[in-house]
């Protein structure tokens, strides 16, 4: 009788992963292999568009960019989800620029500015800390990207 029910129990289970694996491959996602060209919001743009390697970045985790990405729904841009969606600086009654970060945050050209910038400075001070210690080692340094105007806005 125990036999039995070990068997059932097992045979549940078993149903259970390849439903859990059939159901898993009915999810599709599609991922821009490429280069993704980021487009300002404004008409007004003092650089051009930034041609963004998507694929170069897929050693990263998705949600450190795509910060409000519940792992299921389709990724959209940042500019039409209500995150990044301010074409101007917000500015305060004052007509300087907010101190709200929250605003600032809003403001598409922090947002990139912020995240892509932020995370080449943070590659690069980790190699710089990792060669600073001379330390031997077969690690490989990690690329790092551009954190100059011009190396992502180049001119025409």
């Not at 996602?29 to 007004?44: D, K």
């Not at 605003?103 to 710089?128: D, P, T, W």
Request: glycine fraction near 8%; charge should be neutral; charged fraction near 20%.
């Amino acid at each position: 009788m125990r036999k039995n029910l070990w068997i059932a129990a097992a045979a549940l289970i078993g149903l259970g992963l390849i439903g859990g694996t059939v159901w898993a491959a009915e999810v599709e996602m599609c991922v821009p292999m490429g280069t993704i060209t980021l487009e300002p919001l404004s008409a007004e743009a003092k650089r051009v568009s930034v041609e963004f390697p998507h694929a170069v970045h897929f050693g990263y985790s998705c949600q450190q960019c795509h910060h409000t990405w519940d792992r299921e729904s389709t990724i959209s841009g940042c500019s039409t989800q209500g995150c990044h969606d301010l074409a101007e600086l917000p500015k305060g009654e004052d007509g300087r620029p907010s101190k709200d970060a929250a605003l600032q945050a809003r403001y598409f050209k922090n947002a990139y500015h912020s995240m892509c910038i932020g995370c080449h400075k943070a590659v690069n001070q980790e190699n710089r800390k990792l060669q600073a210690t001379r330390i031997p080692t077969d690690q490989k340094l990690a690329a790092s990207g551009p954190t100059g105007c011009i190396q992502c806005h180049p001119t025409e």
